[in-house]
């Protein structure tokens, strides 16, 4: 026995290399399979990629998730896809490398362990100290960082696990401070004050991407400065933030606006703390908004502190880094919280007689994604860099060399390239990278508190940047501030494979990958800045192809969120429905890169869908024996046209896979795999071939029967295989489809169809002939329902203008239409009253002696035709009402038109029906 399946007998599993068929349980439990397999692969390390293997290379790194994340259906959808993608390349011949791992995710995690401490013993970060304080954190990633890998695990991922990096490893670390070094070397990196998104709660700047926007009911007060120079005379201003008017430094308005055009260039009085501040003109003040005026606080709010750059302003500071009110002048407010504040500066401001209204307002609100409080917009000092790599990065995916999918994601692209902002890539935390700048002793506060630190100060050896500590370590000091948790991960696609100045095999080998799968939410946050530093630190593009995943709403259009409800655990849909259900409901409604309406119907649906496949291949079973008949091009002309028709369709399939997998539409190859399974195969095939089967039958139908339901079967499961990987091994191995010691994950595709080489023609006509027995079937089922005779099998039907080859054939005829006689007969003349139809076989008629009483019908049929004539005039009648047409919506008209025509179409059938009676 090959080793790699000795642990299936450690697991109980059922399969054997010795049997070519191993019975198949009456119900399919996916549970036990899945983990049966997976533990499988994993011992036979199937996932594991060689390096120097000769096989073209496949790549595609994981979008690292959060260390201490747990699987949400967006990782499912976005996992699956890649597991998708890589199972697909090796079963094309590639040498595949899935490389996982996981980001550390500086402010989370270190949210998370903050509020453990705070809760279990009363006690702050600062009351450990950095270093105990490090040590708690990294055993909150050992207790918790492997949960989501357990679940990808869960999910089928075909990882190569033995290569799983994470962003806080030694190697990947020295990346981090190596690439901060070269850049600051270059002097792209540089500290600086400047306006950052501030987090009150977290005590840190924020990346865009860290701040959610949210929509809000807000108050807009509107309030008014008094003119120095004209007692008496106010100029009205509108604000949602009163309580950051004492840093109000100037009035802007619009030198456009007729309204405040004479009062530019003069005074207005600020009310508290009482000062004067001029009235500015800058075309960035919305004349539309409030009442033209804007309050300018440079040091709270991103646009008044460019304009304040522009006029030269003075900037005033009001906030504490926590959120309270930093302003000794005003003592009432001074340690304020900034909400309260907010009530008792409208209330002063009311009280002076300076509060001219409040109204209700909706705006849309930044918030700390982890604190989930409003951010502040404040002036700090952070270090900053200049994105190196622009142009490379932005021809890479104008020319195509870089392809995103979908490819409207290109415009979005370009315009963020072309407006790029300087990243602030510091963070004011202890979890994380620490920033590889040590300040000489003797010059620390001069040094921290000047207002910029570049090459200058290095060259000058006031400061160390260097991925080492300096020699003299005792006379120097560490900056304490840590990088963003992007800038370690811009690295991910080449830190991953090889250490810094390495060649590694497996960065030769797979580097630059093939595919990236990840959210467009990410685009310039991570994708940008992944090309910009593949450009950079490997001197070539780091992926070839980026597929954005769209985001998954609940069926009422909503964002998935634990507040509302509506966000599922996929470890519960998988406990219910299996991971392969899961995978496969969910990527058959996935569209290519628009937001998908969450139905757990449909995952349900994966789960009935695997076990339609299971119980087809149980029907195999329970047929017995193997077959000798060898199936290919030379089977035309032997086999019956289902036989031709369905081996057919399979290679169609195929090949509408190849094209459809080039053009990454993963929701059409489900739905393609779904429609051949159940349809082409299940619902006509087998139904067409039953009769084969039978005792009665010869022996050589039914060893051509067999041998064609096998050669289908195991290559649809390889094709099925990278959708629902559990099951389509289960299948394969249980039905002797593979080799010992072999599995079907591992199992090239053959590069022709079954029927390649084949007279095309020859091929299509045999198609045409089991198309117009399917299709004919179908509509003498009708006939008989409509009569109301569906469930009798002792009918007869009479073909006439049948073609030649109905004659072999209407055995089968008779048994997809449920009828016990199929007669063929060109002279026959129907008695009057007989149901018939055209169909694609000619003529056929149903005779009616026997089988019903032709009286009692009609006087059915006549009671069937009097309800819809109800109907009818029903909806004539609203029709006809003017004042339904004109005031009702008009979805709601074009409904009732639509059921009139309906209406009228049953009873014309009807109708038909009585006069054909006689």
Known sequence: ???????????????????????????????????????????????????????????????????????????????????ILARRARQTGHEVLWLPGTDHAGIATQAKVERELREAEGKSRRDLGRDAFLERVWDFKDRHGDIIIKQLKRLGCSCDWSRERFTMDEAYTKWVSHVFVELFKEGLIYRGKRMVNWCPVSLTALSDEEVIMKPQRSKLYRMRYELVDSPGEYLEISTTRPETLMGDVAVAVNPKDPRHAANIGKMVRRPFPAAEIPIVA??????????????????????????????NLEIIDVLH??????????????????????????????????LVEVEEYENNVGF???????????????????????DEAAKAVESGEIAFRPDRWRKTYAHWMENLQDWCISRQLWWGHQIPVWYRKEKLEALKGAESLDMADFDKGDIHVGVEEPADADEWVRDEDVMDTWFS??????ATMAGVGERTDELKKFYPTSDLVTGPDILFFWVARMIMAGYRFEGELPFRNVYFTGLIRDMKGRKMSKSLGNSPDPIDLMEKYGADGLRFGLTRIAPVGTDIR?????????????????????????????????VGPASLGELPPYHVDIIAKLDALASDLDRLYADYRFGEIAQRLYEFL???????????????????ASADARDKTLAVFDAVISRYLQLLHPYMPHVTEELSQRMGFTGDGEFVMEKELAADGLLAGADRSAVEAEQAKAAAIYESAGRLRNLKAEYNVATRRD????????????????????????????????????????????????????????????????????????????????????????????????????????????????????????????
Not at 325 to 349: E, H, V
Not at 489 to 494: A, C, K, R, V
Not at 678 to 696: I, N, P, Q, T, Y
Not at 873 to 881: D, F, I, T, W
């Open 1 to 83: 026995m090959d080793p790699r399946f000795a642990l299936l007998y450690k697991t109980g599993g059922l399969w054997h290399p010795s049997a070519a068929m191993s019975e198949l349980a009456k119900a399919y439990e996916p549970q036990a399979v899945e983990e049966k397999w997976y533990a499988a692969w994993l011992e036979g390390k199937c996932f594991e990629a060689d390096p120097r293997s000769e096989k073209p290379a496949y790549s595609i790194v994981i979008p690292p998730p959060n260390v201490t994340g747990i699987l949400h259906l967006g990782h499912v959808l976005n996992n699956s896809l890649q597991d």
């Open 282 to 311: 800058d075309e960035h003040v919305d004349i539309e908004f409030g009442t033209g005026a804007l309050k300018i606080t440079p040091a709270h709010d991103k646009a008044d502190f460019e304009i304040g750059l522009k006029h």
């Open 321 to 354: 880094p926590d959120g309270t009110i930093n302003c000794p002048d005003c003592p009432d407010l001074d340690g304020l919280d900034r909400f309260k504040a907010r009530k008792l500066a409208a209330a002063k401001l009311e009280e002076m007689g300076l």
């Open 368 to 390: 700390s994604e982890r604190a989930d409080v409003p951010v502040e917009p404040r002036i700090s000092m952070q270090w900053f860099l200049r994105y190196p790599c622009v």
């Open 489 to 494: 991960s811009w690295l991910w696609p080449f």
């Open 598 to 630: 969450f139905d757990e119907s449909q995952i349900e649906e994966g789960r009935n869908f695997a076990n339609k496949l299971y119980n087809a291949c149980r029907f195999r079973q329970m047929a017995e024996g193997s077959a000798s008949y060898a």
């Open 678 to 696: 159940w349809s082409d195969f299940c619902d006509r095939f087998l139904e067409a071939v039953k009769g084969d089967l039978r005792e009665d």
């Open 795 to 918: 009918v007869k039907f009479v073909v006439k203008g049948a073609p030649n080859w109905l004659e072999g054939e209407k055995g089968v005829l008779a048994l997809l239409s449920g009828a016990g006689e199929i007669a063929i007969d060109a002279s026959y003349e129907a008695p009057k009253g007989t149901p018939a139809a055209l169909t694609d076989i000619g003529e056929v008629a149903l005779p009616l002696e026997g089988l019903i009483d032709v009286e009692a019908e009609k006087i059915r049929l006549g009671k069937e035709i009097e309800k819809i004539r109800i109907e009818v005039r029903k909806s004539e009648g609203k029709l006809g009402n003017a004042s339904f047409v004109e005031r009702a919506p008009a979805e709601v008209v074009d409904q009732e038109r639509a059921r009139l025509e309906e209406w009228k179409g049953k009873l014309s059938q009807l109708e038909e029906m009585v006069a054909s009676l006689g």
